[in-house]
């Protein structure tokens, strides 16, 4: 019998290489099936692959990714009508209904099936399935509009990822700092999160759980990407201090097998207090900079997200990265409904003051809470004062926010983003002087304390969602 052609379509995953093909490659390769992988975020749309292949599955690990995502599953529709199509990811499963034609919307459903979490053994068993001609599936967390079944969450037996047939690694993010500027690889030490921030698509699906990856797996998965030209990695673990001892081995491993590389990491405030003694360890490592979500400088807006630290904790953790040599990228979500325009101008006043203008990429200036299906945002009590209808074709809720200068706020930030030169002190500036307009005060003089600011190592690619 001859096994079925697969396509895997990445969409959007930050500006790395996407570990979200190279992974279920390997699963699917190892058990002979023929697979061609394509990353919409650097290539066109591969027509001549969408129109052979008998089993497409889309790569949503994101909104951005789930945007793009639905436009290339309306062009294999075009093409491939015959075509098994499925989407995978937390943004895939957070969104099945709309996905799989269960929102009363008069259009064919964009999917086939629906899977999340650890889905390469589920993306595996549907190969499998369909090769044997079955219509009809009931597999294990795979979601179809006749069998609604919740994610796998298991332990699996993880595979080297398999990387051939992706744009080279040059085309993706680069690493920047003091002149160096070198291609950036990804990896991932861990899945899920023991944590439960309210308005993390983790938690819906994980709950608090995550799995780590073999530490021989990431480390081969780590050389594979230096031997292309990779002179620094990112750790995208949703949080890497969940298993301190786990990351100390890989990291320092890498050390000893690459010395000079770099690498990045993402951990919560709260991991920084509690885990400070491994920092410097990082550091010594290779860590050259940290990730980590500070969220908002509102108390009142911090416990309602559920994050675990107070913005008393934020100037300690600074306090600590500081004593490691360790530089902070801290990520916001400045638009909330619960944010007022005093609010803002304090977040902003609190970057000024703590010198952080070149740390904070422009584009966190301007994030708006996102609330997706499935959100633990829904459930808050008193969210029926804010809370709109889910907007299914946009992927998340409506909502209001009490204050219509708050509005006009974001979308002017937006702007200036967008007609920004590059400059981070310039683009502060705009935004902070547009925000004392709009709350009709003057800016501040020059008595507020001004940290001198030097640009910070980064990535050429932004975070953002």
């Not at 230096?226 to 491993?253: E, R, V």
């Not at 803002?344 to 299906?373: C, D």
Request: hydrophobic share 40%.
């Amino acid at each position: 019998m001859i096994k079925p052609d697969i396509l895997l379509l990445g969409c959007y995953e930050l500006g790395h290489q996407p570990l979200s093909l190279a992974s279920p490659a390997a699963f699917l390769r190892k058990a002979g099936f023929q697979v061609s992988l394509s990353d919409l975020s650097v290539e066109t749309f591969p027509n001549d692959k969408a129109s052979s292949a008998s089993l497409v599955c889309i790569s949503t690990p994101m909104h951005t990714a789930l945007r793009v995502g639905v436009a290339a599953a309306r062009r294999v529709r075009e093409l491939n009508p015959d075509a098994h199509l499925t989407f995978y990811g937390l943004y895939a499963h957070l969104n099945a209904d709309y996905l799989l034609g269960e929102n009363g919307s008069e259009e064919s459903p964009l999917a086939d099936s629906v899977l999340a979490a650890e889905y390469e053994t589920s993306l595996l068993e549907l190969a499998n399935v369909l090769l044997k001609g079955k219509k009809t599936l009931r597999i294990q967390g795979v979601r179809t509009s006749n069998y609604n079944t919740k994610p796998s969450i298991i332990r699996q037996h993880f595979q080297v990822p398999d990387r051939n047939g992706l744009p080279g690694i040059g085309q993706y993010a680069h690493y920047v700092e003091n002149g160096r500027n070198v291609p950036a690889g990804y990896v991932e030490a861990s899945r899920g999160c023991l944590h439960t921030c309210r308005h993390c698509p983790v938690v819906p699906i994980y709950q608090g759980r995550f799995f780590v990856v073999p530490a021989d797996k990431v480390m081969a998965d780590i050389r594979q990407q230096i031997q292309a030209g990779a002179g620094h990695i990112s750790f995208g673990d949703p949080d890497f201090l969940n298993g301190p001892g786990h990351i100390l081995k890989i990291t320092q491993a890498m050390r000893d097998e690459f010395p000079g590389i770099t690498f990045d990491f993402t951990t919560k405030v709260e991991h920084i207090l509690e885990k400070r003694h491994f920092l410097p360890k990082l550091r010594e490592c290779g860590a050259s900079f940290v990730i980590s979500a500070f969220e908002s400088t509102s108390d009142r807006v911090l416990k309602l997200l559920d994050k675990g630290h107070t913005v008393a904790d934020m100037d300690v953790a600074l306090n600590i990265l500081k004593e490691a040599n360790l530089p902070v990228q801290p990520t916001w979500v400045p638009f909330t409904p619960w944010t007022s325009l005093l609010d803002y101008l304090e977040f902003l006043r609190w970057i000024r003051v703590r010198g952080l203008i070149s740390s904070v990429p422009s584009i966190q200036y301007s994030i708006k809470l996102l609330i997706p299906p499935g959100s633990w945002l829904v459930d808050l009590p008193g969210s029926h004062e804010w809370l709109g209808d889910l907007d299914a074709a946009n992927f998340s809720y409506n909502w209001i926010h009490p204050d219509n200068r708050m509005d006009e706020l974001q979308s002017g930030i937006v702007k200036i983003i967008q007609r920004s030169p590059g400059d981070p002190f310039e683009t502060f500036n705009e935004i902070e002087s547009l925000t004392y307009e709009i709350a009709g005060q003057q800016p501040p003089g020059g008595s507020e304390p001004r940290f001198q600011e030097i640009l910070q190592p980064r990535l050429t690619e932004d975070w953002f969602c």
